[in-house]
């Protein structure tokens, strides 16, 4: 079945860092990947999305490409700031057939001055 | 506010007893899903609701209990609750009954059984 497998968290950066979080898939179909953003005491938020191979989503300085032959979504930002801490979820659904997200575990970030 | 409503935000009850969650989707959003998130399991897929029908079960127990109404509110039914159904309960509500656009999540009602 569709999985999302996403790096062991917790994450520690200082101001500035560059940030990499690792998600790798697996689908028989046609995932559209997708990464959410958890604030403390918040829902999840859409942070960015791709819907096919060699696609690159961006949002508020995040970006992450859809990379089919390394079957991998990672999401990077080159400039982390105090504000993204949070917990960040990979997640995909099948472009077709999908009724629900297939979410990673979660990976927490905290971004320290 | 992303525009899907969950009520109450917290909830306290003793085991043995039943709640009942809402959701009022956001304006126009035909489906309706609903989530458990445990720190042991994650986010868990529980049921989705497509315009007032079911549409797709996941890991929901048959303790639990969902339905969509006309107005596309959805209510999540938890009976006979025990210590483990501790969780927060997300709902989650997209246009149209796949997942092409993403989901727009509320803020959770956070269950907590004693």
């Known amino acids: 079945g569709d999985s999302v497998t996403q790096m062991e968290g917790p994450v520690t950066l200082s101001e500035e860092a560059f940030l990499t979080i690792n998600c790798t898939y697996t689908?028989?179909?046609?995932?559209?990947l997708f990464w959410y953003v958890q604030y403390p005491g918040e829902g999840l938020q859409l942070l960015l999305k791709a819907t096919k191979a060699d696609d690159k989503g961006s949002n508020k300085g995040f970006e992450a490409t859809y990379r089919k032959e390394t079957t991998s979504f990672h999401l990077e930002k080159g400039s982390v700031q105090v504000s993204d801490s949070a917990v960040y979820f990979c997640a995909l659904s099948d472009r077709y057939t999908g009724n629900q997200f297939y979410f990673g575990t979660g990976t927490s970030l905290t971004v320290i001055p | 506010d992303s525009g899907v409503t969950q009520t109450p935000k917290h909830l306290i009850t003793a085991t043995g007893q039943r709640v009942t969650l809402r959701c009022s989707p956001r304006s126009g959003d035909l489906s309706v899903y609903w989530y458990q998130q445990s720190l042991d399991q994650g986010l868990q897929f529980l049921i989705q609701y497509y315009n007032g029908e079911e549409r797709a079960k996941g890991n929901i127990l048959e303790r639990f209990s969902a339905q969509q109404f006309p107005d596309l509110h959805s209510e999540l039914n938890l009976s006979s609750l025990e210590l483990g159904d501790s969780a927060l309960y997300f709902c989650?509500?997209?246009?149209?009954?796949?997942?092409?656009?993403?989901?727009?999540f509320g803020s959770g009602t956070r269950l907590t059984v004693v």
């Open positions: 989650a509500s997209s246009p149209d009954g796949g997942a092409n656009y993403g989901y727009t």
């Open positions: 689908a028989t179909g046609y995932p559209s």
